[in-house]
């Protein structure tokens, strides 16, 4: 397909309640990423999955955040009991290869997630 | 951890100035260094990268060179244009968990015609 793309693209939600983010990426990309990007900030790493696992999940801010992705395909990003600090944008990424190194990283444009 | 350090913005130039962007890093082992560029309303962007000591990475008249013994990777370019103006993310990723990288806080640098 065309580039990565996630949805929604904005979600506004109350504090407490569950979200659910989604990034589909480039057909035939191997590797998915996910970060965080507070406002004004650079970007945190959050996890990334190699085909169907995910061999590092120590940037996962809390319990409350999890991801899977099935089929080396769609990936979700889900956020328990959402609190007013998780505001920020929700960033995907593909590459053909794991890590940087072996590949460049394709972007997607982002979920702003604002909790109230 | 690793970390990465860059210059803080916001900058702002007139058009055909110089640019550098400074970038210093702290890594275990031999990390690859990479610098992503995000332009108005679009999303982030390889500009260009660099997997070894002494490796210069090039695009669009940018330049960075990786520069162990100063554990830097700053990014530079000989005369700057408006289309420039974006926010510049200098990032790494580990040697040994390739699939796991650190940011940069991120540049905003505006040209001015």
């Known amino acids: 397909g065309a580039g990565v793309s996630q949805s929604p693209s904005n979600k506004v939600t109350e504090k407490g309640k569950d979200v659910e983010l989604r990034c589909d990426p480039i057909?035939?990309?191997?590797?998915l990423y996910w970060y965080r990007q507070r406002l004004g900030q650079g970007l945190e790493f959050l996890i990334y999955?190699?085909?169907?696992?995910?061999?590092?999940k120590s940037g996962l801010p809390s319990d409350r955040f999890s991801a899977e992705r099935t089929g080396e395909s769609v990936s979700t990003l889900t956020i328990q009991r959402t609190q007013q600090e998780d505001s920020a944008v929700y960033l995907c990424a593909s590459s053909l290869v794991t890590g940087l190194s072996g590949g460049e990283q394709y972007f997607g444009p982002g979920t702003r997630l604002t909790v109230t | 951890g690793n970390s990465v350090t860059q210059m803080e913005g916001p900058v702002t130039l007139s058009e055909e100035a110089f640019l550098t962007i400074n970038c210093t890093y702290t890594?275990?082992?031999?990390?690859?260094l990479f610098w992503y560029v995000q332009y108005p309303g679009e999303g982030l962007q390889l500009l260009l990268k660099?997997?070894?000591?002494?490796d210069k990475g090039s695009n669009k008249g940018f330049e960075a060179t990786y520069r162990k013994e100063t554990t830097s990777f700053h990014l530079e370019k000989g005369s700057v244009q408006v289309s420039d103006s974006a926010v510049y993310f200098c990032a790494l990723s580990e040697a040994t968990n390739a699939g796991k990288s650190t940011f940069g806080d991120g540049t905003t640098l505006t040209v001015k015609p």
């Open positions: 999955f190699q085909g169907n696992s995910a061999p590092d």
């Open positions: 660099a997997t070894k000591a002494d």
């Open positions: 890594a275990t082992g031999y990390p690859s």
């Open positions: 057909s035939g990309h191997t590797a």
